[in-house]
Antibody, heavy 123, light 107 residues
Framework: EVQLVESGGGLVQPGGSLRLSCAASGFTFSSYWMHWVRQAPGKGLVWVSR????????NYADSVKGRFTISRDNAKNTLYLQMNSLRAEDTAVYYC????????????????WGQGTLVTVSS | DIQMTQSPSSLSASVGDRVTITCRAS??????LNWYQQKPGKAPNLLIY???SLHSGVPSRFSGSGSGTDFTLTISSLQPEDFATYYCQQSYSTPRTFGPGTTVDIK
């Protein structure tokens, strides 16, 4: 059974840092692109970042570029999101997701999602 | 960046109704369009990928169509478990933008 379990969320002051983890099991983690998506309270889904299967290609939303870093440890089956210089507007539930469905020549859809971890940025 | 819009933002419907949600991209995305369903307090679930392909395990009352800039999600006969928020997302280019969502609630 495919499972994605996020951890590392919590309350942090503006300007602070936090590292989220996403532990994967039930599939060959090293074969899949992975994504982070966030959702502010009562708001819609917002794509944050993605990383390719071996970790050497990453992309970010403009709103987090230069502050967040996505990475992975395929030996530990774990995805990470290092978040620095946090702002109030980064407050959200953060989901990791597996990009398991390949569409045509490169697009993918996210077929499995974790339960999310809440990050609250407040003084 | 590609902007995604959805209409309506919300709708009220009854069990058994046919429901249609529209998604529009700010530029052509071919068929790189996915639909997700999300219920309160839960993670999203993939319904449709590549504009019209039904994800494994998704009931056949869900269908998708469109290409280029205009897409549609249709629920042929709304069931009680379908009351939720629906999001489109383009997977044509980064950032992988989502639409703002359409909430389907009970009339």
């Amino acid at each position: 059974e495919v499972q994605l379990v996020e951890s590392g969320g919590g309350l942090v002051q503006p300007g602070g840092s936090l590292r989220l983890s996403c532990a994967a099991s039930g599939f060959t983690f090293s074969s899949y692109w992975m994504h982070w998506v966030r959702q502010a309270p009562g708001k819609g889904l917002v794509w944050v970042s993605r990383i390719n299967s071996d970790g050497n290609t990453t992309n970010y939303a403009d709103s987090v570029k230069g502050r967040f870093t996505i990475s992975r440890d395929n030996a530990k089956n774990t995805l990470y999101l290092q978040m620095n210089s946090l702002r109030a507007e980064d407050t959200a539930v953060y989901y990791c997701a597996r990009a398991g469905v390949v569409i045509g020549s490169g697009g993918r859809a996210c077929d499995y999602w974790g339960q999310g971890t809440l990050v609250t940025v407040s003084s | 960046d590609i902007q995604m819009t959805q209409s309506p933002s919300s709708l009220s419907a009854s069990v058994g109704d046919r429901v249609t949600i529209t998604c529009r991209a700010s530029q052509s995305i071919s068929s790189y369009l996915n639909w997700y369903q999300q219920k309160p307090g839960k993670a999203p679930n993939l319904l449709i990928y590549a504009a019209s392909s039904l994800h494994s395990g998704v009931p056949s009352r869900f269908s998708g169509s469109g290409s280029g800039t205009d897409f549609t999600l249709t629920i042929s006969s709304l069931q009680p478990e379908d009351f939720a928020t629906y999001y489109c997302q383009q997977s044509y280019s980064t950032p992988r933008t989502f639409g703002p969502g359409t909430t389907v609630d009970i009339k």
